[in-house]
């Protein structure tokens, strides 16, 4: 599944517009949420285009964003304090950006309301 043009998340994802990365590789991306929630507000998102996780998205894809998020907890040293991770489907979740991406959260004590 190729890049999708009026895409921002894969604008992103492919360097096409910059953006605050903490984490890349072949497959996927990470950079901050620009209106974060928590001190630690990390979307990871795949290079490829899925709309969300409902879309075929491949097994390699899918533990390539695992990895990554296991590697933005590293890096913003939130493996021992605890993070959240979020992803947002349609319309009752509220999904805003139709390009599959998982939140990372953490940083701070995270209630109920965040995500
Ligand atoms: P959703 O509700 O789709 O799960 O969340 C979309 C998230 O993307 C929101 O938290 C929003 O702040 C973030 N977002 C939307 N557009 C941009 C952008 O252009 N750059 C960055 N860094 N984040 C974005
Ligand atoms: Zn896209």
């Given at each position: 599944m190729a890049m999708h043009d009026d895409c921002i998340f894969?604008?992103?994802a492919n360097h096409v517009i910059e953006s605050d990365y903490i984490y890349e590789?072949?497959?996927?991306a990470a950079f901050r949420d620009m209106s974060p929630?928590?001190?630690t507000?990390?979307?990871v998102v795949p290079k490829d285009h899925y709309a969300d996780l409902a879309d075929g998205v491949p097994a390699e894809t899918a533990a390539a964003l695992l990895h990554a998020v296991d590697?933005?907890?590293k890096a913003e040293?939130?493996?021992e304090s605890g993070f959240r991770v979020v992803a947002n489907a349609?319309?009752?979740a509220g999904q805003a950006v139709h390009h599959l991406h998982l939140h990372v959260l953490g940083g701070c004590r995270l209630?109920?309301?965040f995500a």
């Open positions: 894969c604008k992103i590789d072949n497959v996927v929630l928590a001190p507000h990390v979307l590697e933005v907890a040293g939130i493996t349609g319309g009752d209630t109920d309301d």
